[in-house]
């Protein structure tokens, strides 16, 4: 659709804040609630500012909570989008598929910092003036698709640069080099206008210099297991939107996930309405839950960082069972490290368990 997922999201915001719906915001998501006979019935939140538990009643409720880009060094995702959704619908018994496929995009920005995981757009490789080159100046995918060259598909120029970077031919800042100083500046301004904008607020210009580039993580086209109507097999739990799996296969086409979206979105939404029980208001816990202290956080950091690191050595674009299988020992010492946290601070960090 013309202007793509933001375009969608501020359509459906404007349609949510008519429909009356109570929208509750300044929460961070901590896990889902079951009765005693494992039925989902709501959801626990920490209070930003206060740090208190806000209990969340529901008689249903759907996962709608993104990927798990964040667990990558560069993602193209929101801040926060780190698997969260799948961990909690593990938690409840419910079962997830096809997690080992995850799609990278080879044009997200690696600098400047304010611009990493900024998705630099596709459209730029279209041009045949195009040029990606290493730090040596090579315009290295004839190493690895002579043909097709920068036009190559997005899962052959993510692979072909990981390799360049992993061998020690990237930039500085863990990139490679986008070249667009002889592609028509109108040209790119029609296609990319916006991405433009950002690129010119952030002191680049792309007419007279490269832009240093890099594979990010992008879309899990794995998720929950749902059926047509995105019922988990939990009671009380549905899934959509990227946390529901194996609509996509084993890859997915470009705006495939926006069509997802909005279809499952619409039939998760309209099942869990006609879903029968009670729910309730929010019901808030007094105490601070955060408990964390400076050394906490950083402990935190650098659980969150060697996870990172974890999954782009062991589980990113290029996998080997020797590299499986030493992050997997990296990720049980970062599991008991974990156990020895304050309870604050092992709520707020679930998404790396």
Partial sequence: MPGGGPRMMMILGARLAQ???????????????????????????????????????????????????????????????????????????????????????????AHPPQLR???????????PETRLRNSLNERFMARYAPDDMEHAKRDVLSRAMHREIVEGRGTENGGLYLDLTE?????????????????????????????????????????????TNGRTGVDGL?????????????NRLASGG???CAVMGDRAGRTAAHVEGEGGP?????GDLRGADEAGEAQLDEIEKEIRDVMFSAGGIERASEALADGLVRIAAQKERIKVLTPAEALVSRHAQ
């Fill in 19 to 109: 429909s009356g719906a109570r929208i509750l915001e300044g929460l961070s998501f901590i896990g889902l609630l079951r009765d005693e006979g494992g039925r989902v019935v709501g959801a626990d939140f920490q209070e930003e500012g206060s740090g208190d538990l806000v209990r969340v009643h529901a008689r249903a409720t759907v996962l709608a909570m993104g990927g798990l880009g964040g667990m990558y060094p560069i993602t193209t995702n929101a801040p926060g989008v780190a698997g969260v959704g799948y961990g909690a619908a593990l938690d409840v018994g419910a079962r997830l598929r096809d997690m080992e496929f995850v799609q990278f995009t080879p044009t997200a920005m």
């Fill in 117 to 127: 995981g900024r998705n630099s757009g596709g459209m730029a490789l279209s041009f």
């Fill in 183 to 227: 592609v028509s500046y109108e040209g790119l301004r029609d296609v990319m206008g916006e991405i433009i904008d950002d690129f010119e607020s952030a002191g680049l210009d792309v007419r007279k210099e490269p832009i240093e580039i890099a594979p990010a993580a992008h879309s899990c086209m794995g998720g929950v297991i749902i059926d």
């Fill in 238 to 250: 549905f899934a959509a939107g990227e946390n529901g799996g194996g609509l996509h296969g084993a």
């Fill in 258 to 260: 926006l069509t997802v």
């Fill in 282 to 286: 929010p019901e808030k816990k007094e």
